[in-house]
């Protein structure tokens, strides 16, 4: 395995982590649907109730030896994280609710959060990538949003799929089940 691969494959994995590439996606949406003053309000209610929060929750348990990496990459360890992740994603979703956000972000949140609930559940049989399921989501948000920022999460989602499988961070069913949960969410999320 070349050093070159295995630091592209890193770097693919870091920007396509859920946190960045959700981040990305809402503050793309956001910019470009809303009048600026709403738009900041979302993206400063996400990144204070969820992104923050699960930001710190997933640094401090790499620390503490909790988890082995940022990823959360052994299925047993995220016993632990979604329990934490789930109520997270529900509170930011009701602060959005709070705070007035239009009903294609309140659907985008409550699809979010029945995403990670559905991957919980799996992950007593095995781990679904997280990396790859909401990569696969924010794609097909941004397809309906332009062909654009769509062909170029995609392009992105591509690079993830092969690092996610080349790293060995995931098994090929892993990686395909999150692709199809990602999709199935992005659909119902964007396009019902």
Request: proline residues 3%; contains cysteine; charged residues 10%.
């Amino acid at each position: 395995m070349s050093t070159f691969a295995r630091r592209l494959a890193a770097v693919v994995s870091w920007i396509g982590h859920p946190l960045v590439f959700v981040t990305a996606t809402v503050a793309i949406v956001v910019a470009t649907q809303l009048a600026s003053r709403m738009a900041f309000a979302i993206l400063a209610t996400l990144f204070l109730s969820v992104i923050g929060p699960t930001a710190v929750l997933l640094v401090l348990g790499v620390r503490s030896g909790r988890w082995r990496d940022a990823d959360v990459s052994v299925r047993e360890e995220r016993r632990r994280f979604y329990p934490v992740a789930i109520p997270l994603s529900a509170f930011g979703t009701l602060i959005t609710w709070w705070i007035g956000a239009p009903g294609y972000i309140l659907r985008g949140g409550i699809v979010t959060l029945l995403l990670l609930v559905i991957a919980a559940i799996t992950n007593l049989w095995f781990k679904i990538s997280l990396h790859m399921l909401f990569a696969a989501f924010c794609t097909v948000l941004l397809f309906r949003l332009s062909p654009i920022y769509g062909g170029a999460a995609f392009l992105l989602a591509a690079l993830i799929f092969w690092s996610r499988l080349f790293l060995t961070r995931h098994t090929l069913r892993e990686t395909i089940s999150g692709l199809i949960l990602g999709v199935a969410g992005g659909l119902a999320a964007g396009w019902l």
